[in-house]
């Protein structure tokens, strides 16, 4: 017995995934917010020292304390580091880490090292510097994920 298969005509499964809607992956929404997360936090370490002054007249001196800035960057890194991992079993490409590991580096020892810690402008700047490379790695991150689901890798 022969079968006719015509290969103009694209099978019935490949014609059922085209109408599906693309998939809102963990990876990405991850990758989003981390990504805005890290820009804020870039911002927020630039802006500081000029809100030190002003946060405790408004009763909001909680947000400039150590550990908010320690439970923040702790959280930053579980985020950065579960979305990167997720992107690269995805895309297989080290470049997001290579941005994302010296900006992890950096604000950590932006929190933990004394002589960075306790000269408020030194701080501003590595933590300035460490909340810009991790937005970076989240964006190339992001794009390289982008990139692999539409085959253009």
């Not at 090292?113 to 460490?130: F, N």
Request: charged share 10%.
């Amino acid at each position: 017995m022969l079968y006719y298969f015509n290969m103009a005509t694209p099978a019935p499964s490949v014609i059922a995934n085209l109408h599906r809607p693309p998939r809102k992956s963990l990876a990405r929404w991850g990758d989003k917010f981390g990504a805005f997360a890290a820009i804020a936090c870039a911002v927020h370490c630039a802006v500081l020292p000029f809100l030190l002054a002003i946060l405790p007249t408004l009763g909001l001196g909680l947000f400039a304390s150590h550990e908010v800035e320690f439970l923040y960057v702790a959280f930053a890194t579980a985020l950065a580091l579960v979305s990167l991992v997720q992107g690269y079993r995805r895309h297989r490409m080290v470049r997001a880490l290579s941005f994302a590991l010296p900006g992890l580096l950096t604000v950590w020892a932006g929190v933990l090292l004394p002589a960075i810690h306790d000269d408020v402008v030194l701080h501003a700047v590595v933590m300035t510097c460490g909340g810009t490379l991790i937005a970076i790695a989240h964006l190339v991150n992001l794009r390289l994920t982008h990139d692999h689901a539409n085959g253009t890798c």
